[in-house]
C-alpha cells in the first residue's frame, strides 16, 4: 500500500510546474553565482572557485528554498480539504508517511543536485574550458582550508559527494520539521516560516555570543569562517533533531489534533 502511494504521490509532485522550478533552483542560483565571481577574484584552485559559488545566493535562500520545494502543494490540500476526502480510500497514516517521504527525498535531492552539479561542473569541466583565471600558486602561497577541507584528502570526488550530501540531510531535517509543523500548527505561515526563523535566529544568537563556529550558516556552509573542528558541524545538527525528535513526539501522542 505504502509503495502504490509513493508512486502516486511522485507523479503528483513531478508536474510541469515544479519540475521548471526545481530546474531553475539547482542551474539558476549557482549560474548567477559564478558569473558574479567569473572576473575580479582571485583563484588559486577550482575548489576555491566552487566554494565561492555556492556561497552568499545560496546559504541566503536556503530556508527558504527547504520549504520551496515541496511543501506549497500539501498546504493546498490542507486549504482544499483534499485529505480529508482521501483518508476515506487509503489509511491516513500511510497518506502522511507517502507525502513526508517524497517531501524528504524531493528536498534532498534537489539541494543535493544544486551543490554537486556546479562541483562537478567547476572541477571537471571549467579548467577545460578556461573561464577561470588561476593565479600560479607559488612557495609564498597560503590557500585557506574551511572545515571539509579535511575530506579532500580522499580526493576531490569524495569530497564533493560528502559535503552535498551533508547539505542536503540538513534540508531534509528542516523541511520534514515545517511538514510536522503543518500537522500541528493551524496556522499554515507559522509552520513554514520554522525553517527560516531558525536559521536566522540562531545565527544572529551565535554571532551575539561569539561562537559562530556554531551557527547554522557556518556548519551548513562553512566557507565564511576559518577552519574548525569538523564537529562543530554537528551542534546546531544536534540540536535541530532534538527538535525534529520532539515534534514527532508530539505529533503522534497527539493524532486527534492533526491539521487535516
Known amino acids: 500500500m ?3 502511494q509513493l508512486f502516486v504521490e511522485w507523479k503528483r509532485a513531478c508536474t510541469v510546474k515544479n519540475v521548471l522550478m526545481w530546474t ?7 549560474t548567477v553565482r559564478f558569473c558574479m565571481i567569473s572576473e575580479g577574484y582571485q583563484f588559486y584552485q577550482p575548489v576555491e572557485v566552487f566554494q565561492e559559488t555556492i556561497s552568499a545566493i545560496i546559504p541566503l535562500l536556503f530556508p527558504v528554498l527547504v520549504i520551496l520545494i515541496y511543501l506549497p502543494s500539501f498546504v493546498q490540500e490542507q486549504r482544499n480539504h483534499f485529505i480529508t476526502y482521501t483518508r476515506m480510500r487509503i489509511p491516513l497514516n500511510t497518506y502522511l508517511l507517502s507525502k513526508g517521504l517524497i517531501n524528504a527525498f524531493l528536498t534532498g535531492f534537489v539541494l543535493f543536485l544544486l551543490i554537486f552539479l556546479p562541483f562537478l561542473f567547476i572541477m571537471y569541466v571549467e579548467p577545460r574550458l578556461g573561464i577561470i583565471y588561476y593565479t600560479p600558486i607559488d612557495e609564498k602561497t597560503h590557500i585557506p582550508a574551511t572545515t571539509f577541507s579535511s575530506f579532500l584528502s580522499y580526493g576531490d570526488f569524495t569530497y564533493g559527494l560528502i559535503y552535498a550530501l551533508w547539505v542536503s540531510i540538513n534540508g531534509v531535517v528542516y523541511s520534514t520539521i515545517a511538514f510536522m509543523l503543518l500537522l500541528t500548527l493551524s496556522h499554515p505561515f507559522v509552520a513554514l516560516s520554522f525553517p527560516f526563523v531558525f536559521y536566522h535566529i540562531v545565527n544572529f544568537v551565535t554571532g551575539i555570543l561569539n561562537v559562530p563556529m556554531f551557527s547554522p550558516l557556518s556548519t551548513i556552509f ?7 573542528s569538523l564537529w562543530t558541524v554537528l551542534v546546531p545538527f544536534t540540536f535541530l533533531l532534538i527538535i525534529f525528535i520532539g515534534i514527532f513526539v508530539f505529533l503522534v501522542r497527539n493524532q486527534k489534533e492533526w491539521m487535516i
Do not use: D, G, M
Not at 531553475?24 to 542560483?29: A, C, E, G, K
Not at 562553512?222 to 574548525?228: C, H, L
Open 24 to 30: 531553475t533552483i539547482v542551474l539558476l542560483l549557482p
Open 2 to 4: 505504502l509503495y502504490k
Open 222 to 228: 562553512p566557507f565564511n569562517i576559518e577552519v574548525q
